[in-house]
């Protein structure tokens, strides 16, 4: 599609005619010789080609008005819009912490087949079918043991996210569960975000043996900056220990940050928990559009330019007549006629 950036300077074409009008030529008092064979001579220099309807004259006219034309356009700067470019901008961080303490290498679990798996291979499988639905979010994922390392940053690659996410194993952060440290450094990687929506999804099967900061502490400090924490408990709540289920700290993590807190016994238990969370994180997409701009004056320039060169060509090729042609015209002293000298 064809547009101007400056449309109103099309405005000025009649300006020419303008300015004709109101500024005639001076007219030019020029000397006369009246001759008795003044019809004769007059249609004479009809016939000449410099006067002939196809000559200079005609080319002398048209092209001004061409070149006028086709430089006002130019200056009004035609643009060529192209097809409109999209951008998704993600409108929330999503960042999931997962345990990877040693309690949670026990087969409890079944996947899709209704094989026997341990709790980390079915988080695996539940939470990858949950990235699949994050379109337009940027998820980041935090692994936690005896310590909290970042294994994916923030990214609108999910493919990137899983692929992580499937090469982490049982022990590879130590055996013991800093839950309340994995809330800091997850607080930590949000300081430069700066989308509207930050939310952390933690899963973790055990209480807290090892963090410096206590995880309702921790998630205190995530209220005040908005960061919202659901929280999914894995494991059997009869377990007793160090590895038992602190079902209470992750309850109390959740309400603090105005999220919500479940409870996964078995796989299906856990797929209908990433329904929940699906449903409760709705995704939410801005997408930008943008059509680029092309230009096109040049064009115009060039193609007045080349009128210019045309005009003059053609102007000179009429001028330059056969020498028997630009003999001057003669009365014939006999017959009175008109005839080359």
Same mark, same amino acid.
């Given at each position: 599609m064809l547009s101007f950036a400056y449309p109103l300077l099309l405005l000025l074409a009649p300006i020419p005619l303008l300015v004709r009008w109101l500024a005639p030529p001076l007219a030019a008092q020029a000397r006369s010789l009246r001759v008795p064979f003044?019809?004769?001579l007059q249609r004479a220099i009809a016939r000449s080609p410099l006067s002939s309807p196809g000559g200079s004259n005609w080319i002398a006219h048209l092209a001004p008005i061409a070149i006028w034309c086709l430089s006002l356009v130019a200056l009004a700067r035609p643009q060529w819009i192209e097809d409109p470019i999209e951008k998704q901008t993600p409108t929330r961080d999503l960042l999931l912490l997962v345990d990877l303490s040693g309690s949670m290498d026990q087969e409890d679990f079944t996947n899709a087949e209704g094989e026997t798996v341990s709790r980390l291979d079915a988080v695996k499988e539940i939470l990858g079918d949950f990235l699949e639905h994050r379109e337009g979010d940027r998820v980041g994922l935090v692994v936690f043991g005896d310590s909290p390392f970042l294994q994916a940053p923030f990214s609108t690659d999910l493919s990137l996210s899983?692929?992580?996410?499937? $090469? %982490?194993?049982?022990?590879?952060?130590?055996?013991?569960?800093?839950?309340?440290?994995?809330?800091?450094?997850?607080?930590?990687? !949000?300081?430069?975000?700066?989308?509207?929506?930050?939310?952390?999804?933690?899963?973790?099967?055990?209480?807290?043996?090892?963090?410096? =900061?206590?995880?309702? $502490?921790?998630?205190?400090?995530?209220? #005040? *900056? #908005?960061?919202?924490?659901? %929280?999914?408990?894995?494991?059997?709540?009869? %377990? =007793?220990?160090?590895?038992?289920?602190?079902?209470?700290?992750?309850? #109390?993590?959740? *309400?603090t940050t105005e999220g919500q807190s479940f409870f996964a016994a078995d796989r299906e238990e856990l797929a209908g928990i990433y329904d929940e969370l699906d449903r409760i994180e709705t995704r939410e997409i801005k997408?930008?559009?943008?059509?680029?701009?092309?230009?096109? !004056?040049?064009?115009?320039?060039?193609a007045a330019l080349l009128v210019s060169f045309a005009s003059r060509i053609s102007i000179r090729s009429l001028r330059a007549l056969p020498e028997t042609e630009r003999r001057p015209l003669r009365v014939h002293p006999v017959t009175g006629e008109l005839e080359l000298s």
């Open positions: 003044g019809a004769r899983h692929r992580l996410l499937d $090469e %982490t194993a049982v022990g590879m952060a130590g055996p013991r569960t800093a839950f309340g440290d994995a809330i800091g450094l997850g607080i930590r990687l !949000f300081e430069e975000s700066e989308v509207p929506a930050k939310t952390i999804i933690a899963l973790t099967d055990g209480n807290d043996t090892k963090s410096q =900061v206590p995880p309702v $502490e921790a998630a205190r400090v995530a209220s #005040d *900056r #908005d960061i919202r924490i659901h %929280t999914v408990a894995i494991g059997d709540p009869t %377990t =007793v220990g160090e590895d038992k289920l602190d079902q209470q700290a992750l309850d #109390d993590v959740a *309400r997408t930008l559009s943008h059509r680029p701009r092309r230009d096109v !004056f040049h064009w115009l320039i060039l």
